[in-house]
T-cell receptor, first 113, second 110 residues
Framework: EAEVAQSPRYKITEKSQAVAFWCDPISGHATLYWYRQILGQGPELLVQ????????DSQLPKDRFSAERLKGVDSTLKIQPAELGDSAMYLC???????????FGQGTRLTVV | RKEVEQDPGPFNVPEGATVAFNCTYSNSASQSFFWYRQDCRKEPKLLMSVYSSGNEDGRFTAQLNRASQYISLLIRDSKLSDSATYLCVVKEGNAGKSTFGDGTTLTVKP
């Protein structure tokens, strides 16, 4: 069964450092999502791509976060500089198209110290 | 008011019980609806899509009420393994923006 791949699984970084997460969606999935999930809450959409284009980044803190999906396949989410409040699970998901169900990767658990 | 609201619970039920969760949404332009299951410290996994006519998958039944803007999930004959957090997801029609609820926690006890 095809899966969404994410790396790393866990990341500990010091505040003010840069950190990057990588996601490889299910092959053929045009839509890719990055979510942030804080314990006890549902995932919050940070950015959504349709192929290589951003279709929604309204909740992305653009002063420190950036995301790209240059060839419309895999994607990178970067935080620079990291802050203590960025500690969370970062989830990547993909879907065949914009209206269909999304499948999640295992996530990257970020701890900022 | 949140765009998607769920009763956080927790719902504590005995094995074999029937339990129902509701999820209300505020955006009338919403087109697609889903239920996900999330185990502790794991990623959400798709449980089922919610269709206008309702749908059933074994012990699970999902319903959509567009007039009142809510979706529901019914679990019959609860198993210990059903213990998890259940998240509803609402997608807009045009941009396909997905909004998750904060989840409802279910604990099934022997």
């Amino acid at each position: 069964e095809a899966e969404v791949a994410q790396s790393p699984r866990y990341k500990i970084t010091e505040k003010s450092q840069a950190v990057a997460f990588w996601c490889d969606p299910i092959s053929g999935h045009a839509t890719l999502y990055w979510y942030r999930q804080i314990l006890g809450q549902g995932p919050e959409l940070l950015v959504q791509f349709q192929d290589e284009s951003v279709v929604d980044d309204s909740q992305l803190p653009k002063d420190r976060f950036s995301a790209e999906r240059l060839k419309g396949v895999d994607s990178t989410l970067k935080i620079q500089p990291a802050e203590l409040g960025d500690s969370a699970m970062y989830l990547c998901a993909s879907s065949r198209d914009i209206t269909t169900e999304a499948f999640f990767g295992q996530g990257t658990r970020l701890t900022v110290v | 008011r949140k765009e998607v609201e769920q009763d956080p619970g927790p719902f504590n039920v005995p094995e074999g019980a029937t339990v129902a969760f509701n999820c209300t949404y505020s955006n009338s332009a919403s087109q697609s609806f889903f239920w996900y299951r999330q185990d502790c410290r794991k990623e959400p996994k798709l449980l089922m899509s919610v269709y206008s006519s309702g749908n059933e998958d074994g012990r699970f039944t999902a319903q959509l009420n567009r007039a009142s803007q809510y979706i529901s999930l019914l679990i019959r004959d609860s198993k210990l393994s059903d213990s998890a957090t259940y998240l509803c997801v609402v997608k807009e029609g045009n941009a396909g923006k997905s909004t998750f609820g904060d989840g409802t926690t279910l604990t099934v006890k022997p």
